[in-house]
């Protein structure tokens, strides 16, 4: 019988976040181009500057339409044309608007890659925006608001949002409108939009996959590069403010017999030199199973199956005008609310008073870094990834520069970072459950003042 040895480990290869190659075609539409060595689906990823903040008032909404009708059909194709079209060259195409713009996102195997362009260039540069499929996907809108507003996260957070920022603020309403704009929207309201703020010049393409053998920039230019506008100016971008003042806004839910907590305020962005750091503590006080909420609050207890704490970038830009959400949000059973409360804020009390540990450091930079190559292995994480980075007036590098910060961020720093980012006082805490039953366990914390909001 023959005996084979036992394989070893191979060598650890170095690995770094990829910077992509940058050129502008000739209509003004910049291209990011990443080649990536077998990946055979391409992704690409389109930044219309067409934010929420301009969407005209009493139409908040119409970005979402106006992103969802991109695929609705064009002057070539009918809304099942277009789609059979897809269909046949096995390309997905979705989009979505945010507050810093819309994204459109699509993904082809690379032997289809000229298809799927032409495809996606024609539904930038001539979408048909049809009456009667802005008016069904109005109707689809219209009848998913009700469905989010029965969802207690979801609920959560628009409560947050609309008790964090001022009023008059387009971030402080919901992102895909409510009813009430929603219903408003028609085709010329979308094509008016489209028309003021959607152009080549001020649009961003990412390509990400393996380009061997392509003429990417032959292709770009037949096909997005025909696209025509106007030039426009860059846009100014108005600060990001929030009141964070201590306080407790319960939305009622009579019987519910759990409650989702939210807990958040605005901090540093991406463009602050405190990020890495804060990336690092808040990851160890919620990021994870092992985290420091997750310890106590599940493993010790048992009032939920999972407690997050997240950093998420709102807005932002090279000027340094941007904000990230920072928020702690899981839900426990209707009794524990009062207890778990008292907990978490008890945690955030000992994590000023005590710090981090370096093993909880350490463990937060090998599952932040240690695991990005496979973080990475598809196209559409690295093309998602970059369009992030332009989205927000980052550097192309700034990814693998970011990798290299957490690893040489240090305990002490993480430590500062989380607890000015969670400070105690500073809170805005939204809680969606049954009023009867906690409103009072909860004044009685002291963490703010507590109102109670009809669901």
Same mark, same amino acid.
């Given at each position: 019988?023959?005996?084979?040895?036992?394989?070893?480990?191979?060598?650890?290869?170095?690995?770094?976040?990829?910077?992509?190659?940058?050129?502008?075609?000739?209509?003004?539409?910049?291209?990011?181009?990443?080649?990536?060595?077998?990946?055979?689906?391409?992704?690409?990823?389109?930044?219309?500057?067409?934010?929420?903040?301009?969407?005209?008032?009493?139409?908040?909404?119409?970005?979402?339409?106006?992103?969802?009708?991109?695929?609705?059909?064009?002057?070539?194709?009918?809304?099942?044309?277009?789609?059979?079209?897809?269909?046949?060259?096995?390309?997905?195409?979705?989009?979505?608007?945010?507050?810093?713009?819309?994204?459109?996102?699509?993904?082809? %195997? #690379?032997?289809?890659? $000229?298809?799927?362009? *032409?495809? /996606? @260039?024609?539904?930038?540069?001539?979408?048909?925006? +049809? =009456?009667?499929?802005?008016?069904?996907?109005?109707?689809?809108?219209?009848?998913?608001?009700?469905?989010?507003?029965?969802?207690?996260?979801?609920?959560?957070?628009?409560?947050?949002?609309?008790?964090?920022?001022?009023?008059?603020?387009?971030?402080?309403?919901?992102?895909?409108?409510?009813?009430?704009?929603?219903?408003?929207?028609?085709?010329?309201?979308?094509?008016?939009?489209?028309?003021?703020?959607?152009? %080549? #010049?001020?649009?961003? $393409?990412?390509?990400? *996959?393996? /380009? @061997?053998?392509?003429?990417?920039?032959?292709?770009? +230019? =037949?096909?997005?590069?025909?696209?025509?506008?106007?030039?426009?100016?860059?846009?100014?971008?108005?600060?990001?403010?929030?009141?964070?003042?201590?306080?407790?806004?319960?939305?009622?839910?009579?019987?519910?017999?759990?409650?989702?907590?939210?807990?958040?305020?605005?901090?540093?962005?991406?463009?602050?030199?405190?990020?890495?750091?804060?990336?690092?503590?808040?990851?160890?006080?919620?990021?994870?199973?092992?985290?420091?909420?997750?310890?106590?609050?599940?493993?010790?207890?048992?009032?939920?199956?999972?407690?997050?704490?997240?950093?998420?970038?709102?807005?932002?830009?090279?000027?340094?005008?941007?904000?990230?959400?920072?928020?702690?949000?899981?839900?426990?059973?209707?009794?524990?609310?009062?207890?778990?409360?008292?907990?978490?804020?008890?945690?955030?009390?000992?994590?000023?008073?005590?710090?981090?540990?370096?093993?909880?450091?350490?463990?937060?930079?090998?599952?932040?870094?240690?695991?990005?190559?496979?973080?990475?292995?598809?196209?559409?994480?690295?093309?998602?990834?970059?369009?992030?980075?332009?989205?927000?007036?980052?550097?192309?590098?700034?990814?693998?520069?970011?990798?290299?910060?957490?690893?040489?961020?240090?305990?002490?720093?993480?430590?500062?970072?989380?607890?000015?980012?969670?400070?105690?006082?500073?809170?805005?805490?939204?809680?969606?459950?049954?009023?009867?039953?906690?409103?009072?366990?909860?004044?009685?914390?002291?963490?703010?003042?507590?109102?109670?909001?009809?669901?």
């Amino acid at each position: 019988m023959d005996f084979h040895p036992q394989p070893q480990a191979g060598t650890a290869r170095p690995w770094a976040f990829p910077e992509p190659t940058r050129h502008t075609l000739g209509n003004g539409l910049t291209v990011l181009r990443c080649d990536r060595p077998g990946q055979q689906v391409v992704a690409v990823e389109v930044l219309l500057d067409s934010p929420l903040d301009a969407e005209p008032a009493g139409l908040d909404g119409v970005a979402t339409i106006m992103a969802r009708a991109f695929s609705e059909g064009t002057d070539k194709h009918s809304a099942e044309e277009f789609a059979a079209e897809l269909e046949r060259c096995g390309a997905t195409l979705d989009a979505h608007a945010d507050h810093p713009c819309v994204r459109i996102s699509l993904e082809v %195997p #690379a032997s289809r890659l $000229a298809k799927a362009l *032409g495809l /996606l @260039a024609d539904a930038l540069r001539a979408p048909a925006f +049809a =009456d009667s499929e802005v008016e069904r996907l109005v109707r689809n809108r219209l009848d998913e608001i009700p469905h989010e507003a029965a969802n207690p996260s979801r609920r959560a957070a628009k409560e947050l949002y609309r008790q964090l920022f001022p009023a008059e603020a387009r971030m402080s309403r919901p992102r895909q409108g409510t009813e009430e704009t929603v219903a408003a929207i028609d085709a010329a309201a979308v094509r008016a939009f489209y028309e003021k703020h959607v152009r %080549p #010049a001020t649009t961003t $393409a990412v390509v990400v *996959g393996d /380009l @061997a053998g392509l003429d990417v920039e032959g292709l770009l +230019a =037949d096909t997005l590069g025909a696209w025509t506008g106007s030039p426009s100016a860059p846009r100014v971008v108005a600060p990001v403010t929030a009141d964070d003042t201590g306080r407790v806004f319960i939305v009622d839910r009579p019987g519910a017999v759990q409650t989702q907590l939210l807990i958040g305020r605005i901090g540093a962005d991406r463009h602050d030199r405190v990020w890495p750091a804060q990336v690092l503590g808040t990851y160890c006080l919620g990021g994870t199973l092992t985290s420091r909420l997750d310890r106590v609050l599940r493993e010790e207890k048992g009032y939920t199956y999972g407690v997050r704490a997240f950093g998420q970038v709102l807005r932002s830009t090279s000027e340094g005008t941007g904000a990230a959400m920072l928020a702690i949000s899981g839900s426990v059973d209707t009794e524990s609310t009062g207890p778990a409360l008292t907990d978490l804020w008890t945690v955030l009390r000992t994590l000023a008073a005590e710090g981090l540990t370096d093993a909880e450091r350490d463990v937060a930079v090998q599952n932040l870094v240690g695991v990005a190559p496979l973080k990475y292995e598809t196209a559409a994480a690295v093309a998602g990834t970059l369009a992030d980075q332009v989205e927000q007036g980052l550097p192309d590098d700034y990814q693998g520069q970011l990798y290299q910060r957490l690893a040489a961020t240090g305990t002490v720093e993480a430590t500062a970072a989380a607890v000015n980012a969670f400070p105690v006082d500073r809170l805005v805490t939204v809680l969606v459950g049954d009023a009867a039953q906690i409103e009072e366990p909860v004044r009685a914390l002291g963490i703010g003042e507590v109102t109670v909001v009809t669901g």
